[in-house]
């Protein structure tokens, strides 16, 4: 069965966006910080992403993309990424968790989906023997955690703070404990994979 593989990049102080995220600034002011690892170094949503991952990032990159057959993520994500311009930003099928399916676009490569668990039932049967990546946001991996539905965590962490913003684990009380299987480091993040202990 595919593994779910929850993947996301985090400030040092816990959080996962800037404050303010939205469509034109996903990732909220300042939160371009966050993924100056996926793009090779600064970039501003103004300027715009110019470079690419380099080193142990794309080495990092390199192997999710190896293993990738789904992908799934929330609405709130999909809303302030400004729905990737309307089209699937993915290789393999992406998969929106909404409380709205019937807001589906006709074309643009995404399935929204009533239900995390359902959407994950969907990937991990569209993804055969590859990963299912669930990119969240914090709530929908916050949610899986709960809910027993992660089997990896993998967790980026750029060497920031950032103060504000949205928090990986606000409000977060249950207790998941986590086996390291991985590191990675570069200037510009650690990337952490953790098997879930069950």
């Known amino acids: 069965m595919p593994k779910v593989v929850a993947s996301i990049t985090t400030s040092l102080d816990g959080y996962v966006t800037g404050p303010r995220d939205g469509p034109e600034r996903g990732l909220g002011e300042g939160g371009e910080r ?19 991952a380099a080193g142990e990032d794309k080495a990092f990159l390199d192997a999710g993309m190896a293993r ?15 729905h990737w311009g309307g089209s699937n930003p993915w290789p393999v099928p992406f998969y929106v968790v909404t409380h709205h399916p019937d807001d589906e676009p006709q074309d643009g490569g995404f399935t929204f989906v009533d239900g995390l668990a359902t959407a994950i039932d ?30 990896e965590v993998s967790i980026s962490i750029a060497p920031i703070t950032l103060g504000d913003g949205k928090r990986l684990f606000e409000g977060f009380a249950e207790q998941v404990e986590l086996e390291p299987i991985g590191v990675r480091q570069s200037p510009f993040a650690t990337h952490i994979s953790y098997r879930v202990k069950r």
């Open 122 to 151: 969907r990937a991990r049967a569209s993804a055969r023997d590859k990963d299912v990546s669930l990119m969240g946001g914090a709530d929908i991996i916050r949610q899986a955690l709960r809910d027993g539905l992660v089997d």
């Open 68 to 82: 990738l057959g789904a992908v799934v993520g929330g609405r709130g994500t999909y809303e302030a990424a400004d």
């Open 34 to 52: 966050l993924h100056y690892w996926v793009f090779g170094g600064p970039w501003t949503y103004a300027g715009g992403a110019r470079g690419e």
